[in-house]
């Protein structure tokens, strides 16, 4: 158990926060749309029943990965790296699992949101 945490520790700050993040973001995807293909004849309260404990485990994630984060990286820079981090896995849980066309504005978004990084994380 020792090697893993001295392992763990060794891994710069911000891939352990892209990595939990990305994986809390998977499943915080699945838990606020997944329910729209495979749910829909189901009542409403069903649906955010299974919800909350796909969203349990985003919680799992994203709090630990926030914590890691805050130790080098600041507030706004936490939230924007989220916020690119749920375009990233967004756009292929539409395109692949929701069956939903690619659309050049995906690309515009992304642009911004890459502009938004720029100006958060500059010094």
């Not at 891994?11 to 499943?27: D, E, G, K």
Request: glycine share 4%.
């Amino acid at each position: 158990m020792q090697a893993l945490s001295t392992m763990i520790q060794s891994i710069p700050v911000w891939t352990q926060t892209v990595v939990l993040l990305t994986a809390s973001n998977v499943f915080m995807t699945f838990a606020w749309y997944g329910h729209l293909k495979n749910m829909q004849s189901r009542a409403w309260y069903v649906a955010a029943l299974v919800s909350w404990g796909i969203a349990l485990f985003e919680y799992l994630l994203q709090v630990p990965a926030n914590r890691i984060g805050a130790t080098e990286m600041s507030l706004p820079q936490l939230k924007i790296m989220q916020e690119v981090i749920t375009l990233t896995v967004f756009v292929p849980f539409v395109i692949f699992y929701m069956n939903q066309p690619l659309k050049l504005d995906y690309l515009w978004a992304a642009l911004c949101m890459l502009g938004a990084v720029y100006f958060v994380f500059r010094t």
